[in-house]
């Protein structure tokens, strides 16, 4: 079992040295990569193979730039290493022992014994990782004709970056470094040892009991597939309840949800320490004025992230960075203007997909004076628990914090009938309109695919189209998107006041 250091290298992620893992290298850092020689200025040198450095590489080099690519650790970043891939590989296996354990009321009956082969999950997710990769390695991006530099790159002059002894000089540059799992100061918990998400993936055997500390994402969606596999979860969050940032309401289902699955949850939690012992560690806390003393195998820290600035050279040209990344404008440019940013090390939205269209907007701005602005985009996020929670838009604390009149719309799965033929009733689908309109503000889903559904309200929000738009939009029936088209019914019978329906009523009298 993989314990972390404060910044694993990459040989933490290829635990075990097995067939899939010495593919995922070969792939994305291989052994025998020899960097080319820089040969004139190139239009972008990028620092960072993670999503946001590979969308800006192979989208500038493919409108005709001469692009650099510099990455120290493994291409592909958290998200294919230690992050989207392999979590989800993992939430999929234990979604499918879910299913299993609870195909009772399906009518499908299941032999008892039935148990999760721990081993051959994570051999599952080591080998799609190892498949996806191919999508991110150096050999590929060398064949849509950026130059792939292996190395830790800092900057070096104005115009200069220095990997090995090598020197890139550009005309703009971008960092796209990401971030890195972060630890709160707990007594005790470095001499433990820990787990976080950069390591978790390199485990062999199934822990029989797991802390988890921090109850928002990674925590929520790390401690539910851990006990469906069968390990005892304790939960510890400093805040009441989980998932802090989300609607409460909906928060509230999917922590029912874990409490099903047999998680303890431990909120509020105070006076933190973790100590030692023969055979494990022991954790305790004190909950909602109840002390406990818990000993358990592995500890599993998902507190937040905290961006990659160090050894970049940034004050030498002139960049600006505080604990929370690189200080970047709405157009992602730095404080040196032939220098932009993009991703987790200057998002507060640390999002595959939010890196990916950061990653969009820096091409236009650096390499075509484009006028992209950050502020413009609107990111939805999901965690995938089970059921999922997805939210874009505003939340309703934050619109009666700017004093904005609102709406809320709701619709339960227990009313829509595909959900009710899934089995999948605990749910919902809420939408925040602006007073007096059909404009949509913001909306979260709570479903088992909740992730799939919010798109749509997302299109809706970028391109201004209502709730009343959503009506007149045939869904296919059964599907439990039809959700989303309810609340659009739902707001076409609020436009039906006293007044409006009298009127109707004398119209239909007056036309018998």
């Avoid at 999760?116 to 990769?133: D, H």
């Avoid at 960075?321 to 998002?347: E, H, M, W």
């Avoid at 559904?453 to 939009?473: F, N, Q, R, S, Y």
Wanted: net charge neutral; aromatic share 6%; hydrophobic share 40%.
């Amino acid at each position: 079992m993989v314990q972390t250091t404060e910044r694993p290298s990459h040989s933490a992620v290829v635990q075990p040295w097995d067939e899939h893992n010495q593919a995922l290298a070969s792939n994305v850092h291989p052994a025998d990569w020899t960097n080319p020689e820089p040969a004139g200025r190139h239009n972008l040198v990028v620092i960072g193979a993670g999503t946001a450095g590979l969308v800006t590489a192979a989208g500038a080099a493919g409108l005709g730039a001469k692009v650099a690519l510099v990455e120290r650790d493994f291409m592909g970043g958290d998200c294919l290493n230690v992050g989207c891939v392999p979590s989800k590989a993992l939430i999929r296996s234990a979604r499918a022992f879910a299913d299993v354990r609870d195909a009772g009321p399906y009518g499908v009956e299941v032999p008892s014994g039935t148990r999760v082969n721990f081993p051959a999950v994570m051999e599952r997710v080591r080998r799609l990782r190892a498949q996806i990769s191919r999508t991110d390695s150096a050999r590929r991006f060398r064949d849509l004709g950026v130059d792939v530099y292996l190395g830790e790159g800092r900057f070096s002059g104005p115009d200069t970056v220095e990997v090995g002894r090598k020197t890139l000089r550009f005309k703009k540059a971008v960092i796209a470094t990401g971030a890195r799992a972060a630890a709160p100061p707990i007594p005790g918990l470095a001499e433990a040892g820990y787990l976080t998400n950069e390591t978790v993936f390199s485990l062999t055997e199934l822990p029989r009991r797991v802390g988890v500390i921090g109850a928002g994402p990674i925590g929520c969606e790390l401690a539910q597939a851990f006990a469906r596999f069968g390990s005892q979860v304790y939960l510890v969050e400093a805040q009441h309840g989980i998932l802090p940032n989300e609607d409460r309401d909906a928060a509230e289902i999917v922590l029912q949800s874990l409490i099903r699955d047999g998680i303890t949850l431990l909120c509020c939690g105070g006076d933190l320490k973790v100590n030692k012992e023969e055979g494990g560690k022991r954790l305790t806390v004190e909950s909602h004025g109840q002390h406990y003393d818990l000993p358990v195998d592995e500890i599993l820290v998902g507190v937040g992230r905290r961006p990659n600035i160090e050894n970049l050279g940034l004050d030498t040209v002139g960049v600006a960075f505080d604990k929370t990344g690189i200080t970047v404008n709405d157009r992602l440019q730095t404080t040196n203007p032939r220098i932009y940013a993009a991703g987790d090390v200057c998002s507060p939205y640390k999002f595959t997909h939010n890196s990916d269209f950061q990653a969009r907007m820096v091409i236009q701005n650096a390499l075509f004076f484009g006028r992209a602005k950050a502020s413009a985009l609107t990111i939805p996020w999901c965690t995938y628990t089970d059921p999922e929670i997805a939210h874009v838009g505003m939340y309703e604390r934050e619109a009666q914090a700017k004093g904005i009149p609102v709406r809320t719309f709701v619709q339960d799965l227990a009313d829509v009938d595909r959900a009710v033929l899934d089995g999948e009733t605990q749910g919902c689908v809420k939408a925040l309109v602006r007073a007096g309109t059909d404009k949509i503000l913001g909306a979260t889903v709570v479903a088992r695919h909740a992730g799939e559904m919010v798109p749509e309200l997302t299109l809706a929000i970028t391109h201004g189209l209502g709730l009343g738009k959503i009506a007149t939009t045939i869904h296919t029936y059964p599907t439990q998107a039809e959700a989303i088209r309810k609340l659009g019914d739902s707001y076409n019978r609020s436009r039906l006041t006293p007044f409006v329906k009298g009127l109707f009523r004398r119209w239909l009298t007056w036309t018998q």
